[in-house]
């Protein structure tokens, strides 16, 4: 039987919706519970969240389940993006709800700054706070900047938690004190992201709809801005009339064929090219992304700006797929010597994703070398770090206010 210590932990989410920063609280929210040294819970402000088109429940999420089955105690403020709420204040009892939970804990934990405008409520309680951040580019984040300034000019907070050195650099020259600033690099579960070679491969890339000798790139992100999906697309352009075997799978929310921003894009992009464009998979929401992974040849980023360690190039690159990337937060360290960089530029995009394919092979040992270093096990121990001197350092002052 687990024994715990007694430490307690809330992580607060905006809501359960799909993206890497969540799959990444959430791992490591999982590794800490289930390690017996902390107990851990979830309050998330929103129980449905409506983003890219897609209306995502919360207890449809594969994290929320994967809590829920590490023993994690999951709760709501019950919002919802399809009620109107007033976005930067909360009812009273929310508020009576909220402190519930918070003076239940040793240690809160944000995830990203958008939680905190709760946190620095007068109501909520004095506990240390660690917010944890997975971009890049505060100055894209509304209001969530000024709350994090708010609640460091506070006291409140006791660190933050930086998934890059690009985050680090970003929040420090936008005035959060660099004392606070801790960077843990990203990980993820070697286990379940790890090449998958010779027939299964053949059969996945079969089922997949994937020719043998073809080249395949996945692009995994949601439909946004910061994406840049018409700059996907576009290469995906030049890249199939390139490459006459070619093949794109594209997912993420917003990925599919009910978001009708995409359609558009589509039609201008391809519209003119029904022959290209039948060699565009729309996937949509996967939970299976190890198999679109080893799948495919190529991993493919395109994002314009806020990225910080995007998880899909780790992911990819860890299950046999060649990254390559725009020149964004920490991408070019994280591909170095696995991957390439380019620029902005759709032919150039588009020639670099045949070159990656074609040495997809001489640089597996490569990719083989760097794996220990992408590990989760190392996230989560860095963590804990944090979240022990959080408490060690703070807590007892703050929770005797």
Same mark, same amino acid.
């Given at each position: 039987m687990i024994q715990r210590n007694g430490?307690?932990?809330? *992580?607060?989410?905006?809501?359960?919706? *799909?993206?890497?920063?969540?799959?990444?609280?959430?791992?490591?929210?999982?590794?800490?519970?289930?390690?017996?040294?902390?107990?851990?819970?979830?309050?998330?402000?929103?129980? =449905?969240?409506?983003? =890219?088109?897609?209306?995502?429940?919360?207890?449809?999420?594969?994290?929320?389940?994967?809590?829920?089955?590490?023993?994690?105690?999951?709760?709501?403020?019950?919002?919802?993006?399809?009620?109107?709420?007033?976005?930067?204040?909360?009812?009273?009892?929310?508020?009576?709800?909220?402190?519930?939970?918070?003076?239940?804990?040793?240690?809160?934990? *944000?995830?990203?700054?958008?939680?905190?405008?709760?946190?620095?409520?007068?109501?909520?309680?004095?506990?240390?706070?660690?917010?944890?951040?997975?971009?890049?580019?505060?100055?894209?984040?509304?209001?969530?900047?000024?709350d994090l300034l708010t609640a460091a000019n506070l006291g409140k907070l006791a660190a933050v938690v930086c998934c890059a050195e690009s985050t680090r650099d970003a929040y420090r020259a936008a005035g959060v004190p660099g004392e606070l600033l801790r960077v843990v690099p990203n990980g993820i579960n070697l286990?379940?992201?790890?090449?998958?070679?010779?027939?299964?491969?053949?059969?996945?890339?079969?089922?997949?709809?994937?020719?043998?000798?073809?080249?395949?790139?996945?692009?995994?992100?949601?439909?946004?801005?910061?994406?840049?999906?018409?700059?996907?697309?576009?290469?995906?352009?030049?890249?199939?009339?390139?490459?006459? *075997?070619?093949?794109?799978?594209?997912?993420?929310?917003?990925?599919?064929?009910?978001?009708?921003?995409?359609?558009?894009?589509? =039609?201008?992009?391809?519209?003119?090219?029904?022959?290209?464009?039948?060699?565009?998979?729309?996937l949509g929401v996967r939970h299976d992304m190890e198999l679109l992974y080893a799948a495919a040849d190529v991993v493919a980023l395109t994002s314009a700006f806020g990225e910080a360690a995007p998880l899909c190039l780790i992911e990819g690159a860890m299950c046999g797929a060649v990254p390559v990337t725009t020149p964004v937060g920490d991408a070019p360290s994280i591909v170095a010597g696995i991957g390439f960089v380019t620029s902005y530029e759709p032919t150039e995009i588009a020639e670099t994703w045949i070159e990656a394919s074609a040495r997809r092979e001489s640089l597996q040992a490569a990719r083989d070398a760097v794996r220990p270093r992408f590990s989760h096990v190392r996230m989560i121990a860095g963590y804990n770090q944090v979240i022990e001197r959080a408490r060690r350092e703070t807590g007892a002052r703050l929770t005797h206010v």
């Open positions: 430490l307690r932990v809330l *992580s607060l989410y905006e809501g359960f919706f *799909s993206g890497g920063a969540r799959v990444l609280h959430s791992t490591v929210v999982t590794g800490l519970h289930q390690g017996g040294r902390q107990q851990h819970s979830v309050l998330s402000l929103h129980h =449905e969240v409506k983003r =890219e088109s897609t209306l995502q429940r919360m207890e449809d999420d594969p994290r929320y389940r994967a809590l829920r089955a590490a023993g994690v105690r999951i709760t709501s403020l019950g919002r919802s993006t399809e009620v109107e709420h007033d976005p930067r204040g909360f009812t009273d009892a929310e508020m009576t709800a909220a402190a519930r939970q918070a003076k239940g804990a040793d240690v809160i934990l *944000s995830l990203k700054e958008q939680p905190l405008r709760l946190v620095n409520q007068p109501a909520f309680p004095n506990r240390p706070v660690v917010a944890c951040l997975h971009r890049s580019d505060p100055e894209h984040q509304g209001h969530a900047l000024d286990v379940r992201f790890r090449p998958v070679r010779g027939a299964r491969r053949l059969a996945l890339r079969g089922s997949l709809g994937i020719a043998p000798d073809s080249t395949a790139v996945v692009y995994a992100a949601r439909y946004d801005a910061m994406k840049n999906p018409e700059l996907f697309l576009r290469s995906a352009r030049e890249f199939l009339d390139l490459d006459r *075997s070619g093949q794109v799978l594209m997912c993420g929310a917003g990925m599919d064929g009910a978001n009708p921003d995409l359609a558009d894009d589509l =039609e201008r992009i391809l519209g003119d090219r029904p022959d290209l464009r039948g060699r565009v998979q729309l």
